[in-house]
């Protein structure tokens, strides 16, 4: 079991088509506006746009506890006219980070491992169609066995109260008829208090949670907000009745980030060293070396340092052999 | 001023002969001004051969304009109006909204049923009347537009379903004994659904627009805008504006066929504020004591018809109280003529009197809009085309 120290940042990927509030939310959510100097490309830029890969790093810190996060955006995801694949280069990203560790654990020098690994998807869908949308679909089954994949439903802002609910229940059968694996949230111990266990409940039945983000802050009855004016009303993010936001928020840094890493370390990153190693022995056994019983990890080709190392262990390994021998012989002729 | 009363208001005016001093039909533009025919008293100088008169006391003239209001009421309007978007986006509601009668369900589709691998037209014809005015309305929809993940050529089967009804037209055109009133189910409008993401047009919304804008009359609208603030509308609608010129994207009301100072000025209003930010709503509220068609958030009542909140009331307008008229002449003297003119040159025969052609057969693919002009004009018609 790969464990994770406290110091792991924790990293969330969010993906979803472009537009539908994803850069507004990282800005409510973590109160930090990461694309101030974003240019938005324009219309003949978007054609030939590919799916980008874009990791920024956040130092947030709430009531003395400081908490180090990195956000992985991925620009250009669902907006070509032909999408196939276009979930390939995250995928791909996903994997590499996955490898990077297995070859990091694999090697000689353990303490300093950098975890680099996602440990959860925010994947937004959009509000304007009548649940999942083939993309979303097949992104979401290229994904689920890899990282924790948490659903959301992007500007909820549009939907009155009866469409959010029935939109939530289609999605929820839609992902139970697609065979998605979404991260589930853990049961509760049964000596945690009535409370506790009632945040719980609800929690799991806001799922997917509809969220709204605002990078305002407007005045709604005397108080300062952070919210949305519209001419008809103003929307309040953090107000629980207008959206599932305080949910999402207490969820990705107060109560489940441990779990989220957890499911990452044992499960998903458990489940790609699995494959790897059957994928190498069965190399192996089709390249019929039958030398050593044991695997032999693809190594990466070490450097000089690692090679002067690994000589001197070489060495002092031969020397520790030989001083046994004559230790044997000794006692053999006493 | 356009008024609902226009000289083109009777069925089908017959076609200008080409004079041997126009130039080559060919060569005009798809959008040339100059295929508008014109009407017969615009207000061009007077020339020679036609003096102005003055009228010794009053004759009675405009009693022609009662005429045309009787002939109309008995025979009753045609609109033919086309929506495109992805689903979800309030397409079957705006229709509803628009005409205020439920013309389409709006259901959602059933978990059994799959979503549609291929776009699939349907149409629905209703007729509506009020204060004994009667139109014939008919409404296409296009589910499936878009919602795939390769969404490539998800266009053509909109162009072969508008240049179809061409065809049908112009097919009962060509006849010998031809029906007095050649019924028209060609697409007069097509509205285009923008989703509401802030940023600017897609890929898949331009290359839509650029095929489409040549072949018919297409009206975008920034599609279920209340999930969009005041000022980021404004923004995103600038945007598509620009992106719109800088594609040469020319959508209706086109500045091309603007026929005079008034029509101009009021277009160009119109033009400001396309494309429109629309909310669509089947259900009623009260406000105020007042009954009005809406969504009701937690936070607030989203008026349809309250200029305020939505731009809802400048679609209505354009589409049926002041251009509805219009989109059909634009159809019919451009759009169709462009069509027209490209099928009659494939078959390389214009008609020549009163005998009919021998057009060749359509093809099946009837997605090729007649683009730039290749064909050559043959002046002489072989004798061995006609019947």
Redesign the interface.
């Known amino acids: 079991m790969a464990p994770w120290t406290d110091s792991t940042p924790s990293l969330y990927l969010w993906a979803g088509?472009?537009?539908?509030g994803k850069s507004t939310l990282v800005h409510s959510l973590f109160l930090t506006d990461l694309y101030k100097d974003r240019k938005?490309?324009?219309?003949?830029e978007?054609?030939n746009q590919t799916v980008e890969i874009l990791k920024h790093t956040v130092d947030i810190e709430e009531k003395g506890v400081k908490l180090k996060l990195t956000i992985v955006d991925t620009p250009g995801f669902g907006?070509?006219?032909?999408?196939?694949e276009?979930w390939k280069p995250i995928t791909d990203y996903v994997d590499q980070q996955f490898e990077q560790y297995f070859r990091d654990e694999s090697g000689l020098n353990r303490k300093n491992i950098q975890d680099n690994r996602v440990h959860c998807c925010l994947y937004f869908i959009?509000?304007?169609?009548?649940?999942l949308?083939?993309?979303d679909v097949?992104f979401m089954k290229a994904l689920h066995e890899k990282v924790n994949i948490v659903p959301l439903i992007a500007?909820a802002?549009?939907l009155?109260?009866g469409e959010i609910r029935?939109l939530k229940e289609?999605i929820r059968?839609?992902i139970d008829?697609f065979g998605i694996h979404v991260y589930q949230f853990p049961e509760c111990d049964s000596d945690e208090d009535e409370d506790f266990k009632q945040q719980d409940r609800e929690l799991k039945e806001s799922a997917p949670f509809a969220v709204i983000g605002s990078n305002t802050v407007v005045e709604a009855k005397g108080q300062r907000v952070r919210g949305?004016?519209?001419?008809?009303?103003?929307?309040?993010v953090e107000n629980q009745?207008?959206c599932d936001f305080v949910k999402l928020r207490n969820m990705l840094i107060r109560t489940h980030m441990h779990d989220l890493k957890d499911v990452t370390c044992d499960v998903h990153y458990e489940n790609y060293r699995a494959h790897c190693i059957q994928q190498m022995t069965s190399k192996l056994t089709q390249d019929s070396r039958m030398e050593s019983p044991i695997p032999i990890l693809p190594l990466p080709t070490p450097d000089a340092e690692t090679e002067k190392l690994i000589r001197m262990k070489d060495e002092e390994l031969r020397r520790m052999q030989e001083m046994l021998q004559k230790m044997k012989q000794q006692m053999q002729d006493q | 001023m356009r008024t609902q009363w226009s000289p083109s208001a009777a069925p089908v005016t017959p076609l200008s002969p080409l004079h041997p001093d126009d130039r080559h039909p060919c060569a005009l533009g798809p959008m040339d001004p100059l295929r508008r025919s014109p009407s017969p008293c615009t207000s061009r100088p007077p020339s020679p051969r036609t003096p102005p008169c003055e009228m010794l006391g009053h004759v009675g003239i405009e009693a022609v304009l009662e005429q045309l209001k009787i002939k109309a009421m008995k025979m009753g309007f045609e609109f033919n109006i086309m929506v495109v978007g992805?689903?979800?986006?309030?397409k079957s509601t705006m229709v509803n909204t628009l005409f205020k009668s439920k013309m389409w369900k709006s259901t959602?589709?059933g978990?059994g049923v799959p979503?549609p691998q291929t776009l699939q037209l349907q149409s629905v014809t209703h007729i509506i009347e009020e204060n004994s005015v009667k139109l014939k309305l008919t409404v296409t929809d296009t589910p499936g537009f878009g919602?795939?993940?390769?969404?490539?050529k998800c266009w053509d089967p909109i162009l072969g379903y508008i240049n179809g009804q061409y065809e049908r037209y112009l097919q009962e055109e060509i006849l010998i004994t031809r029906q007095r009133h050649i019924p028209d189910t060609r697409v007069h409008c097509c509205v285009y659904f923008v989703?509401?993401?802030?940023?600017?047009?897609?890929?898949?919304?331009?290359?839509f627009l650029q095929r489409l804008c040549r072949t018919v009359n297409v009206v975008p609208v920034i599609?279920?805008a209340?999930?969009l603030?005041?000022e980021e509308r404004e923004a995103f609608r600038r945007?598509i504006q620009?992106?719109l010129r800088?594609?040469c994207i020319e959508v209706y009301p086109q500045k091309c066929f603007d026929e005079d100072i008034s029509d101009r000025i009021l277009n160009s209003k119109i033009r400001d504020r396309i494309p429109f930010a629309v909310v669509g709503a089947d259900q009623e509220h009260l406000v105020n004591g007042r009954c009005v068609l809406g969504?009701?958030?937690?936070?607030?009542?989203?008026?349809v018809e309250n200029m305020?909140?939505c731009e809802f009331p400048l679609l209505r307008d354009l589409l049926i109280r002041s251009h509805l008229q219009d989109l059909k002449d634009i159809t019919h003297n451009v759009h169709y003529e462009n069509y027209r003119v490209f099928r009659l040159n494939q078959s390389h025969a214009l008609p020549r009197g009163p005998g009919w052609v021998n057009l060749a057969p359509a093809p099946a693919d009837l997605t090729a809009t007649p683009g730039p002009w290749k064909v050559r004009w043959q002046a002489h018609d072989s004798s061995d085309e006609e019947c």
Request: glycine share 8%.
């Open positions: 088509e472009s537009g539908l938005l490309l324009s219309a003949e978007r054609i907006d070509a006219v032909n999408n196939s276009c959009s509000p304007f169609g009548h649940g949308r083939p993309v097949s500007k802002d549009c009155v109260p029935k289609r059968e839609e008829k949305r004016l519209y001419p008809w009303g103003i929307v309040e009745a207008h | 992805q689903s979800g986006l309030g959602l589709p978990l979503m919602d795939q993940i390769n969404n490539d989703p509401p993401t802030g940023h600017c047009l897609r890929p898949l919304d331009i290359e599609a279920r209340d999930s603030t005041i945007r620009h992106d800088a594609h969504r009701k958030t937690k936070w607030g009542i989203i008026e305020a909140h």
